[in-house]
């Protein structure tokens, strides 16, 4: 198993310019997750997914887009990219919620600065 | 509102002594509390997660204690070893709500380790 795998790893974007950053999961996981980690900082949630074509809004949302048309894909959309968006980006799964004590699995991560 | 926090932000210690990582956090009413590892250009990788009815876990050298009252947890790492230097990273999740559709994870900023030969 790759467990969760997210591409590109690095990525400069100038201001304005969208991407999609890609994960993949192939753990058959129900719940998946993406994540901001800015320099010293804790980890912000930004969306999240319960099950193909359920998604949410996590704690920093704005300026992104997501979708579940899939189990295995949950891919992350910026639309008009902005400085403060320059960050590290985390996707994460588990099979069940976390109120089931089921440990998060993580992609390796985005690095993404906006300039 | 939770805050989590972890001092020092960052430890440097020789090889062979024992790590003492902390963890706080301000609302003692949580579901539980997860230790993770994260390495340089890596992801998070999970260590030990304690439920919120248990004082301590354990994993090889890696043992984790809570004590909810007081709003602490504590990784200890036994013997340390080179290979032991990363980022160490608390979350707590909050006692569920009726709103809630999951647990959401509360994350620190992290203790940065490294351990020299």
């Known amino acids: 198993n790759a467990g969760v795998t997210q591409t590109p790893k690095f990525r400069i974007l100038k201001i304005g310019q969208s991407m999609t950053l890609q994960c993949a999961q192939d753990m058959n996981h129900n719940y998946m997750y993406w994540y901001r980690q800015d320099p010293g900082m804790g980890l912000k949630l930004i969306y999240y997914?319960?099950?193909?074509?359920?998604?949410d809004k996590g704690e920093v949302p704005n300026g992104y887009n997501v979708s579940r048309s899939t189990t295995e894909d949950f891919p992350l959309r910026l639309e008009l990219a902005a400085p403060s968006q320059t960050s590290v980006y985390f996707c994460a799964s588990s099979y069940r919620g976390t109120y089931h004590n089921e440990k998060l699995f993580f992609g390796s991560g985005t690095q993404l600065s906006v300039l | 509102k939770q805050e989590v926090t972890q001092i020092p932000a960052a430890l440097s210690v020789p090889e062979g002594e024992n790590l003492v990582l902390n963890c706080s956090f301000t609302d003692s009413a949580i579901y539980n509390l997860q230790w993770f590892r994260q390495d340089p250009g890596k992801g998070l990788t999970s260590l030990l997660l304690i439920q919120s009815s248990q004082r301590e876990q354990t994993s090889g050298r890696l043992n984790a204690s809570l004590d909810k009252s007081s709003g602490r947890s504590t990784l200890y790492i036994a013997a340390s070893q080179p290979g032991d230097s990363a980022t160490y990273l608390c979350a707590v999740i909050r006692l569920f709500v009726g709103t809630d559709s999951w647990g959401k994870l509360q994350f620190g900023a992290g203790t940065q380790v490294v351990v020299t030969p």
């Open positions: 997914s319960v099950g193909a074509g359920i998604t």
